[in-house]
């Protein structure tokens, strides 16, 4: 049975090599070093620029569903007034 497992650590060589010297068989499947500041890449610049956007359209969306249920309202109290027009 195969598993994977999440191991965070500052010797990640160490262990790599550990266990291709047990023969022990395994797959780098992610490997992403650690670091306490984020480096400024284009890369994460455009990560950064889509998730504002995306926050932006979600917040545009919501005013424009607002709308929407107001015409919906008004359509209705329209038709209404129709109705009551005809009694």
Do not use: C
């Amino acid at each position: 049975m195969k598993e994977i497992i999440i191991i965070e650590t500052a010797s990640a060589e160490k262990l790599k090599n550990a266990l291709t010297k047990s023969h022990i068989e395994h797959q780098v499947i992610y490997n992403q070093p650690l670091t306490s500041s984020k480096p400024s890449s284009k890369k994460n610049k455009l990560k950064e620029y889509i998730e504002m956007k995306s926050k932006e359209n979600i917040f545009a969306n919501y005013g424009e569903a607002i709308k929407d249920k107001e015409r919906e309202k008004e359509a209705k109290e329209w038709d209404e007034m129709e109705v009551a027009d005809w009694d």
